[in-house]
């Protein structure tokens, strides 16, 4: 079948909920992927960082295809013999004390309202339905009712609510603003140590330590989404590292399976995950011995394979170089690991979706966010060679 059939199906029997590039993609390897005509890319958007550790890796492709041999899914009703290996290795490795496994990034997000709010009211002792969480103007935590229902994206909201109650939003990147807003009802602030969707936004310096401060003077649960900025996409496993801080709750997703299966988990102190009770939160797929034995792998393949080092070093690259581009049309490119942004000026013709469409016809994929900033993600494998391809092409497509 051709591209243009399979848009002109997709157009017809799909929900227009996104506006992908017209490439119809029909294999992966690594930094690598081929549409349905064998033209080759590479791609710069890992998946949203779903797929860190490369397309179609061959040992989580494996572990993969031996455990869907052996067992699939138990539901929660019984036990298997991977969960527990699972959370083994994955607290040994974040130092966590406790953890929930659930499928999507949302459902993590949502499972850490959930667990805060009761922490507020059994443990900090909040008056009953009075708990308030603090998030970021700009964020992005997912697309279910509640969370949409404290985004500030207009877009994402219009015309879905009532939305949820108990949410409050300060500027990101401002540990002030925090500070002001906290009340004796607040339970949470919830954040991304970079945000992603919002065009790669890095807070200023010694931000993340000041709301650590802050949060544990005000007895406030610090959550951290790392769904995106976690799993070495920043050069560390997490990116709180970089500032020497530890979250109370931790919440991970997208390339926990290398982009085989959804996984997602809540990593916690014992504190809050302590709190739940049989019957109070669940999932039928989530802790699933397939989704174990692809994250286990997924995890080993990330440390083994020195995935996160290749990321900090092949980020400092990529930026560096890309820095060099000059453009008037190029506003600022930042940075930190392989989670790359140029963004342009507000009035430069096409907006990013332009260069994004040049650089298909080149060979490299990547998405816009928002209307001005283009996006470089590239799974965690890239190499120098790659990148100096890679950034010819780019310099090639701000020509004229
Ligand atoms: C992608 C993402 C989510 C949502 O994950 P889904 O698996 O799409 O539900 C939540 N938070 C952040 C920071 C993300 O990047």
Request: net charge negative.
């Amino acid at each position: 079948m051709k591209t243009e059939s399979y848009i002109e199906i997709e157009d017809k029997l799909g929900a227009h909920n996104y506006k992908p590039l017209d490439v119809i993609l029909s294999r992966g390897e690594g930094i690598w992927v081929w549409d349905v005509d064998g033209k080759k890319y590479m791609d710069c958007l890992s998946a949203y960082s779903a797929v860190n550790q490369g397309h179609c890796h061959p040992r989580i492709r494996d572990a993969m295809i031996e455990q869907s041999r052996r067992m699939t899914l138990t539901s929660r009703a019984f036990r298997n013999d991977q969960l527990a290996l699972f959370y083994q290795e994955i607290c040994q490795m974040t130092r966590s004390h406790k953890v929930l496994p659930m499928n999507s990034g949302a459902e993590a997000v949502e499972t850490a309202v959930k667990c805060v709010r009761k922490w507020g009211y059994e443990t900090k002792g909040v008056d009953r339905d009075r708990a308030e969480i603090i998030v970021c103007s700009n964020n992005f935590h997912g697309r279910t009712l509640a969370i949409i229902g404290f985004s500030t994206d207009d877009n994402a909201r219009k015309n879905f609510g009532p939305f949820a109650p108990g949410f409050k939003t300060v500027p990101f990147g401002d540990a002030r603003a925090l500070r002001e807003a906290i009340t004796p009802n607040t339970v949470a602030f919830m954040v991304e140590p970079i945000q992603g969707e919002a065009g790669v936004v890095i807070p200023p310096d010694g931000y993340l330590k000041e709301v650590r401060e802050i949060c544990t003077q005000k007895n406030v649960v610090l959550i951290l989404d790392e769904i995106q900025t976690g799993l070495g996409r920043t050069g560390k496993l997490l990116a709180e590292e970089h500032e020497g801080m530890e979250a109370d709750l931790t919440l991970i997703g997208k390339a926990l399976s290398g982009g085989f299966y959804p996984v997602s988990a809540v990593l916690s102190n014992e504190a809050v995950l302590g709190l739940l009770q049989p019957g109070q939160h669940g999932s039928t797929f989530g802790g699933n011995p397939l989704a174990c034995a692809v994250a286990r792998e997924a995890l080993k393949v990330l440390i083994e394979e020195k995935m996160i080092e290749n990321s900090a070093q092949m980020g400092e690259y990529f930026l560096k170089e890309l820095k060099k581009i000059e453009h008037p049309a190029i506003k600022e490119v930042r940075g930190r690991g392989l989670m790359i942004a140029i963004e342009l000026y507000p009035e430069t013709k096409g907006g990013a979706r332009a260069v994004c469409e040049k650089l298909m016809a080149m060979g490299i994929l990547c998405k816009e966010t928002h209307t001005y900033t283009i996006r470089f993600a590239p799974p965690l494998v890239i190499t120098r060679e790659d990148i100096d391809w890679a950034v010819d092409k780019i310099r090639a497509a701000f020509v004229d």
